[in-house]
Nanobody
Framework: QVQLVESGGGLVQPGGSLRLSCAASGSIFNAMGWYRQAPGKQRELVAAITSGGSTNYADSVKGRFTISRDNAKNTVYLQMNSLKPEDTAVYYC??????????WGQGTQVIVSS
């Protein structure tokens, strides 16, 4: 049974930093990524990383967020710096297996507010 467990969300002031983690079990994954969904908005891709380490970022987070992965731990991370109020959202990790099954984490809330 595949499980994705997220951690690291919370309340932070503008300009602050948070690090999200998503640990997976039950399978081996090709691509890993992070999505977010703000109230009243559609879920959007934040960042993604392939098994080879190639990364892709939404324009709104380039230069501020960094995605990384530890294959030995089956874990993906999202380092978020210079956070802005518009980064407030529920963040979901997303993983795709080599056979193209997609799994989602339960979501972790990030609130950027003074």
């Amino acid at each position: 049974q595949v499980q994705l467990v997220e951690s690291g969300g919370g309340l932070v002031q503008p300009g602050g930093s948070l690090r999200l983690s998503c640990a997976a079990s039950g399978s081996i994954f090709n691509a890993m990524g992070w999505y977010r969904q703000a109230p009243g908005k559609q879920r959007e891709l934040v960042a993604a990383i392939t098994s080879g380490g190639s990364t892709n970022y939404a324009d709104s987070v380039k230069g501020r967020f960094t995605i990384s992965r530890d294959n030995a731990k089956n874990t993906v991370y999202l380092q978020m710096n210079s956070l802005k109020p518009e980064d407030t959202a529920v963040y979901y990790c997303n993983m795709r297996t080599w056979t193209n099954y997609i799994y989602w984490g339960q979501g972790t809330q990030v609130i950027v507010s003074s």
